[in-house]
């Protein structure tokens, strides 16, 4: 059964900190991996990633996939109270538009 | 461009009673997803609408929920008779071509509680 997984399951950090979130994942017919950030109800979308290796880079967030030990991180630098959400990693198989959630990571950013 | 709506926010209903939620996708999207996000796991999808046509409900618990999509355009997700396991979020999203979900826009979702 296609899975993917995420830790930690919850974050406290203060701000100026630097987090990085887990998703491993067991998908047959891998074709990418999503992360979204969850604030309130939607979830909103953040990186998409294909290939491995390729860092994918927006202001103080990173993330970068492994296809070999199937896995991938986000970073977050310098986190800011406004950082405070979940961040959920979902994969998407080929020949399907049915993406696969992991739980998510709550992160809270206190000042 | 204005976002994907639904409505209501927030629901509480009894177990047994019926309810219904509704989604106004992005004009012009053709593709429709319905998603449960239960409290503290990830959104699980329940049926994903391509135009006014199914495309996948392989997860919709069909014995008590059912979803449509007249027109293309709006879509309601209903369940009756409720059960306290169904309380959770319900997410709307729709995005402009189909197997290109980085398009794909979430709604503020449906809070339902059933108690």
């Known amino acids: 059964e296609d899975k993917v997984v995420q830790s930690p399951l919850s974050l406290v950090v203060h701000e100026g900190d630097t987090v990085t979130l887990n998703c491993s994942y067991e998908?047959?017919?891998?074709?990418?991996l999503l992360w979204y950030k969850q604030e309130k109800k939607a979830p909103t979308f953040l990186f998409m990633l294909?290939?491995?290796?390729i860092e994918k880079k927006s202001g103080r967030l990173s993330s970068i996939l492994d296809k070999k030990e199937l896995f991938s991180i986000l970073n977050i630098t310098a986190t800011q109270t406004g950082d405070s959400a979940i961040y959920l990693c979902a994969v998407l198989p080929h020949n399907t538009d049915k993406l696969i959630f992991g739980t998510g990571t709550r992160l809270q950013v206190f000042p | 461009e204005a976002g994907v709506a639904q409505s209501p926010r927030y629901k509480i209903i009894e177990k047994r009673q019926s309810v219904a939620f509704w989604c106004n996708p992005i004009?012009?999207?053709?593709?429709l997803y319905w998603y449960q996000q239960i409290l503290g796991q990830g959104p699980k999808l329940l049926i994903q609408f391509q135009n006014n046509g199914v495309v996948d409900d392989s997860q919709l618990p069909k014995d008590r929920f059912s979803a449509e999509r007249l027109k293309g355009v709006d879509s309601t997700l209903k369940i009756q008779p409720a059960k306290l396991e169904d309380s959770a979020v319900y997410l709307c999203a729709s995005s402009s071509v189909r197997q290109a979900l980085t398009e794909a826009f979430f709604g503020q979702g449906t809070r339902l509680t059933v108690v």
């Open positions: 004009s012009g999207h053709a593709t």
């Open positions: 294909t290939s491995s290796g």
């Open positions: 998908v047959t017919n891998f074709r990418s």
